[in-house]
């Protein structure tokens, strides 16, 4: 996966070798949109531990537009140079609280890459899922990829359909804190 849209994915929303599928595996028919048209977000990046890794966060608007949620950066005081990006996508609950988020690939049309989100209150925690680090998460914990329905294609870990990727996020979310946290502005 080219690192530049790895790098705009993983600011915006709401997962680098990142979490791909060929075809959408939440259609907007099926979609769940918790996050009202027009809320504004300030993202922090998180520690390993759980904490902010610093006070001045990044900033988005989430919209929408023909059933998919549009996420737009509009500052990015880090230095990130994210401002302007803009990345398309659409949510669906998989357990209470707990959302998979499905980002449209912008240079490869028909695909698209995965991140666990869950609603915490006014505040949103994401988790990247990255697959080197996901393979090894796993290994640490006696698991193959293979057995949540995963499969390792070049640097990414690609799933087939949506049972498969929400056994994947779940067992991320028991395993692994979140690396990012949108609070509601």
């Known amino acids: 996966m080219r690192r530049r849209n790895i790098l705009s ?3 915006f929303l709401i997962l680098a070798g990142c ?3 060929t075809g959408d595996l939440i259609k907007p028919a099926d979609a769940d949109y918790p996050v009202a048209d027009g809320t504004h977000f ?3 990046s998180l520690l390993a531990d759980g904490t902010r890794a610093g006070n001045t966060p990044d ?5 929408r537009k023909d059933g998919f949620y549009v996420m737009t950066m509009t500052e990015s005081p880090n ?4 401002e302007g990006n803009v990345m398309t996508g659409l949510m669906k609950a998989f357990e209470t609280g707990l959302y998979a988020v499905m980002v449209q690939d912008p ?3 028909g695909h698209n890459l995965y991140m666990l989100a869950r609603k915490d209150g006014a505040r949103w925690l994401r988790w990247d899922l990255v697959c080197p680090d ?4 796993a290994e640490e914990n006696g698991v193959t990829v293979a057995s949540m329905g995963v499969t390792i294609v070049s640097s990414d870990c690609e799933v087939k359909d949506f049972a498969s990727l929400t056994k994947a996020m779940r067992f991320v ?5 979140p690396d990012w946290e949108y609070v509601v502005e």
């Open 173 to 177: 979310h028991e395993n692994k804190k």
């Open 59 to 63: 900033k988005a608007v989430v919209t």
């Open 134 to 137: 996901f393979v090894n998460l």
């Open 9 to 11: 994915i993983a600011a």
């Open 42 to 44: 300030a993202i922090y």
């Open 107 to 109: 240079e490869k049309p």
């Open 19 to 21: 979490f791909i599928s």
């Open 79 to 82: 230095k990130t140079g994210l």
